[in-house]
């Protein structure tokens, strides 16, 4: 183990995932010669989330699947690899290099600092949160004890209609589950998706038997009076509907204009209602932290030498042409594996802003989202569908250019979208012509950009 | 038998990766650090960042192109050709031979 006399490594990379991970490849892609130390508090090799709520989850792919990179390759390129040490402390030195001390007590002194460190689950505050069968799905160990619990459970509830909600109750269901999906707003996948779409997957997943129940209040897990204590959970107490559904955080609801409250059983409750940002150790730092770790467009936190890449980074609105100073902390594979290659960029002296096309996928029973950049700030949109074939997408205009789309099962569209957005070009909606042709899904979007 | 997938890229350097039956072209490369696949998606038949083009001979050994695939394909970063494949959909079977080559860019 490292200690206090070791040789400095020459860059600690403090969380070995997605974007961790890239963080190391990409700098032996562009010859960094240091050695690197990539170390993570989980007690797993570095391997990828999306799938634990997807095809893991069902079984289509197995754990190695998921493995990032072999041994070998870590050892051929000089990387060490260091699991289950979870950092609780950094010591600076203006010039970047430093030391980082683990729970452990071990210690590694690094040159230079790479904090990618990502978000965890948030958590739902209210009675019974303690109750076994409680659970939340943001890493393996996590996704390990769900699938440990399931083939027992005949009920299972669902708690909150974002992405991970949406993703882990559509399989659950397929594995055979009564699954309920309780979500405390009006409407699924809050802000990350615009209204038609939300609307679309409520429908696509009702029609396809998924029990949503929209505006739901929790007001505590119920216990199951077993002889060992009541110590797990049996089921959800809740108040649907009534009262303004926007606004509180969810759980805050006490159901007092709603409906009278039920009791939904549930042998596991899942809940999936967002993440919060790592930053302890910024904070612990003196870093400038706000909604994540606050970086320039090359990736440098406030103290002008540590690096912040992925989940846990605020940094400008990657896309261009995006608003002056406009920030953003974006959740995705894809900024994970862009960031980071500004990143390296960075440690090598290079200055390359970050740029580029944010984009995102989530599969839900058979209906494949795909988003191409951000919506955020739109002031018109254009819906084209295709019942018969089901295909959906829904364009986001702002100031009359095209700014992004989801699309649901029509990679045609994306790939359009993605690659005008990429050129700069515009698929124009000005007019109630233009419009018309962009709604019609006999016309290939492809053909329409300018 | 061994299973053995060859990867040319496009400068014409050739890696033979020795694979396991069941994990697909892509896995095979990604784990071992071939470059010329970038597989954002993992796998998931999201990205078409797995592309790459199949030896003639070795194209009947492989499944037919679902619909899902073939709609992935045109969003490939570099022009899709008659022997394109997306690599993350091509399983490995025992004793398999495979020759395909990696595109210049896959973004
Ligand atoms: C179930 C699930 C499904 C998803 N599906 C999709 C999808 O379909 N598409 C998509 O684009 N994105 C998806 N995502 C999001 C994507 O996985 C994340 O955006 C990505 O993992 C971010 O990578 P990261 O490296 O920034 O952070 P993380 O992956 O969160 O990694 C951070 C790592 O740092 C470690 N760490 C934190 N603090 C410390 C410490 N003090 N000491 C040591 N180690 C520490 C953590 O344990 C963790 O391993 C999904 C995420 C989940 C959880
Ligand atoms: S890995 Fe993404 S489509 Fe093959």
Redesign the pocket.
Known sequence: MASDNAAPTGLLI???????VQLAISLRALGFEEHITL????NHRPYQ??A??KEWLQGEVGNESLIFRSAEYWDEHNVTLVKD???TEIRKNPDGSGVAVAESGAEFPFKRLAL????RARKLAVDGADLAGVVY???ADDALALKAMVGDATDIVVIGGG??GLEAASSLKKMGKNVVLLEHGPRLVGRAVGEATAEYFLDAHRSRGLDIRLGARISRFVPAATHDGGKAVSGVEVTVGGGTAAGGAAGEGTGAEGTAAEVIPAQIVLVGIGVIP?TE?AEQMGLAVDNGIVVDSHALASDGTTVA????ANMPNPVPGSPAGERIRL????N?IEHAKVAAYSLMGRREDYAGIPW???NQADLKLQIAGLSMGFDQTVVRRDDERGKFSVLYYRKGRIIAADCVNAPLDFMAVKNALAKRQNIPADTAEAAAAVADPAVQLKTLAV | MTTTVHYTDAEGTVRDIEGRPGDSVMETAVRNGVPGIVAECGGSLSCATCHVFVRDDCLSELPPIEPMEDEMLYGTAVDREENSRLSCQLKLTEGMDLYVTTPETQV
């Open positions: 403090i969380g070995a995932s997605q974007s961790g170390l993570g508090e989980e989330r999306p634990l709520s040490q979870r950092i990618t460190v990502g978000a799905l943001r890493n992405f991970i790592n150790l890449v992925g989940d846990c959740e995705s594979v894809n994970a995102f996928w989530s």
